[in-house]
């Protein structure tokens, strides 16, 4: 079946941290294991809330100033030095704007409720997609194959005709198992061949 779609993750793939060192910083401070820091602002229970829109993303951040026992300045500042090493992969999103308008474009990212935000304002990447799906808006978050048949009917395309992108082997496997092409991303210059070897073959 002819590939229509490409829908991408964006944590992780659009967007990475590339520079981890305030993070390191405050896991050193705060005497965390390596990745703790991550793992209790996404993964904590504030900010699995945040993802289904059930939080805001100040809930995540005052939860650690009150379990660190942190002065408001200090609070503030864990939470820029926390995305101060995030970088947008401008090569992919070149990429993408190059794709449309002959293959419809979505956006599927766990994320909280100022993700739209970010992607209209701070980055300004919104004009790459066609389709902006966020699980903080939506009520469901990837793996849930619900939030997959979302995604599709909002392009208007079917399984088959869509290859999703994404950097967590459970997200790919959900997908795979609904019948969408997959790319594990692991790589710009990796994905780049791969998405243009899936399309040159459909």
């Given amino acids: 079946m002819t590939i229509k779609a490409v829908i991408w993750d964006l944590g992780g793939v659009l ?12 896991e050193q401070k705060l005497k965390l294991e390596p990745g703790e820091l991550d793992r209790l602002v996404f993964g904590g229970v504030m900010g ?8 805001q993303a100040a809930d995540i951040w005052h939860a650690l100033r009150d ?11 864990l939470e820029e ?22 293959y419809k474009i979505g ?4 994320a909280w409720p100022d993700l739209r935000q ?19 808006e939506v009520g469901m978050t990837k793996p849930d194959p619900r939030i997959y048949q979302f995604v ?7 399984a088959p005709q869509a290859i999703f992108i994404d950097d967590f082997a459970i997200n790919i496997k959900a997908a795979k ?23 040159s073959d459909s």
Avoid: C, Y
């Avoid at 198992?177 to 399309?199: D, N, P, R, W, Y």
């Fill in 15 to 26: 967007v990475r941290t590339e520079d981890r060192s305030r993070r390191i910083q405050w």
């Fill in 48 to 55: 699995r809330k945040a993802a289904m829109g059930q939080a």
């Fill in 67 to 77: 379990r660190f026992e942190l002065s408001d300045e200090e609070h503030l500042l």
């Fill in 81 to 102: 030095d926390f995305w101060a090493g995030d970088r947008v992969d401008q090569v992919l999103i070149t990429l993408i704007r190059a794709l449309r308008p002959r």
């Fill in 107 to 110: 956006l599927l990212s766990n």
């Fill in 118 to 136: 970010a992607i209209e304002d701070l980055w300004g990447i919104a004009d790459a997609f066609d389709k902006v799906v966020i699980s903080a």
């Fill in 152 to 158: 599709l009917e909002q392009l208007d395309v079917k």
């Fill in 177 to 199: 198992k609904l019948g969408m092409h997959t790319i594990h991303f692991s790589s710009t210059t990796e994905t780049q061949v791969k998405l243009k070897k899936l399309l």
